[in-house]
């Protein structure tokens, strides 16, 4: 499972964080959080990858699972 950040700028004065996630060939671009993790619920991460998943969306840092 790969989880990747990015963020882009929305209007004026406005940053978003742009959560990209791909899990085995499924890609998932949303400015939501709560998508993510909804995402990413759905295909069974271990217990391990669940708690990575979930640190690195609250944080908005770029997260790798092989």
Known sequence: MKLD???TTTG???LRTLHIV???DEIL???RAKEIL???KIRK???YEWK???EA???GEQLKIL
């Open 38 to 40: 909804s995402f990413v």
């Open 22 to 24: 791909v899990v085995e």
């Open 29 to 31: 671009s949303t400015t």
């Open 45 to 47: 991460p271990t217990k």
């Open 12 to 14: 004026p004065d406005r």
């Open 57 to 59: 969306v609250r944080k």
């Open 52 to 54: 990575m998943v979930k």
């Open 5 to 7: 950040y990015k963020t």
